[in-house]
């Protein structure tokens, strides 16, 4: 296009170079004027039987707290698998990226809980220290008006002497927390789960992978075994069956999926040479309805030197990867969701689990290897049934891989189109 800036070769900058403050976009100062107050809403999250939250009969604070965050009806995930978890049923719950999972399980945690008893009573365990804040943040949402109850985050950028002080000083009765730094307490004797009566898992996939397994399980022996196992996510490996069938009681499967990717989100690729991709993305840039985008890539190098290379095109931009110390990703993220710049880089950290609903269009810079990284990288757009775009950058090296998850997820991701309508993703 005429007019369009000269794009820069793709170099790594230099090491430690600080990216993570930015400025304005230059090409558009008014873009947050565009996002729309309210979102469209599709089958994902409206195709319910018509019930409220009433219907559950839920303590009159969390109704409150629940209201308070302008949560106004259960989704199909919420209706099927809340009566179920207030029954006291171990439950393996299957239902796509932001439809309501974590609400899924943190309202029947916090109806169940009972903050007159000084101990642990429920576990949330989460892969990444970005979705344990953001759970931990929902759960202090959601019980806003619950009175005396004490919730604690643990990952590894909190200090373990601070944990320590705090589960000797106060009666906690949540915890979310990643595993690593939870094993490491219950392995000194630091937290007591004796008393534990629910335990979720959230991404149980990624929970139950190689490298997380023997974490989990060592977790999960500190418990005891009349607990309540709550597991919820989008994928289900053998890996995941093979948990169920040995730590839960006739736990009750809940699916709430008949297609796997989210109905508002609409993909595209695009097919190029390797060294066409920063001209692409900048055409894309000027000629889409963009809200707020994340652009994934698949190494932490390529993450920082996009980040420069859209930083000099004159958008504003951050990055984060999973080097990065736990105090930077968590400011990045936070700048992104308050809207302070307009594009985020980032790597598979911010793959699962990160919720910002201005978020309608989502770059795979490069393209993934495998099918859960895609639909979880997707699946950052059309939160909670909003509308989103997906464009999938394809080089020679990567079609194959494109049919693979093509086939795996068993949908059809066409060509990008020369004009693609608005209506599809910004309203």
């Not at 302008?70 to 393996?92: H, V």
């Not at 948990?243 to 690729?269: A, H, S, W």
């Not at 309805?289 to 859209?310: D, G, P, Y």
């Amino acid at each position: 296009m005429s007019g369009e800036k000269p794009e820069p070769a793709m170099e790594l900058p230099q090491e430690g170079e600080n990216l993570s403050l930015i400025g304005e976009d230059e090409e558009d100062k008014d873009w947050r004027s565009l996002i729309p107050e309210e979102r469209f809403h599709t089958a994902d999250v409206t195709a319910t039987r018509n019930g409220t939250f009433e219907d559950f009969a839920l303590k009159t604070e969390l109704l409150r707290g629940i209201y308070k965050k302008r949560w106004e009806r259960p989704s199909p995930i919420q209706e099927d698998s809340i009566p179920m978890a207030m029954s006291g049923y171990d439950i393996l719950a299957r239902a796509k990226n932001g439809v309501g999972k974590t609400g899924s399980y943190l309202i029947p945690i916090l109806e169940k809980v009972d903050p007159s008893l000084p101990y642990i009573q429920a576990l949330v365990l989460v892969p990444t220290i970005e979705l344990a804040a953001q759970t931990y943040k929902v759960c202090k949402e959601l019980s806003a008006f619950m009175k005396g109850l004490e919730v604690f985050l643990i990952h590894r950028g909190i200090e373990t002497e601070k944990a320590i002080v705090t589960f000797q000083t106060k009666n906690v009765h949540i915890v979310i927390a990643t595993p690593g730094r939870m094993r490491s307490l219950i392995r000194y004797n630091n937290v007591k789960l004796d008393k534990l009566a629910i335990l979720a898992l959230d991404e149980a996939d990624k929970l139950l992978s190689v490298d997380f397994r023997p974490v989990i399980e060592e977790i999960v022996s500190a418990t005891p075994t009349t607990r309540q196992m709550l597991l919820f996510s989008a994928t289900y490996p053998r890996a995941v069956k093979d948990f169920c069938d040995k730590f839960m009681r006739n736990y009750k499967p809940i699916n709430t999926m008949n297609e796997l990717c989210l109905r508002g989100v609409t993909q595209y690729y695009a097919y190029m040479a390797e060294s066409d991709k920063i001209r692409c993305l900048n055409t894309l840039f000027h000629h889409l309805s963009i809200f707020q985008s994340m652009i994934f890539c698949n190494t932490v190098h390529r993450v920082t030197a996009l980040a420069k290379m859209i930083v000099d095109l004159g958008f504003s931009c951050g990055y984060i990867h999973a080097h990065m110390s736990t105090t930077d990703r968590t400011k990045v993220l936070h700048d992104f969701s308050e809207k302070k710049f307009r594009h985020l880089v980032a790597s598979d950290l911010c793959a699962r689990g990160v919720d910002v609903p201005t978020v309608n269009v989502v770059f795979n810079f490069d393209f993934p290897d495998k099918s859960d990284a895609y639909l979880h990288r997707v699946g950052r757009g059309g939160r909670f049934g909003g509308l989103a775009l997906a464009v999938n950058f394809i080089t020679d090296a990567d079609r194959w891989k494109k049919t693979l998850i093509e086939k795996e997820l068993g949908c059809k991701i066409p060509s990008i189109p020369k004009d693609i309508d608005p209506a599809l993703y910004a309203r």
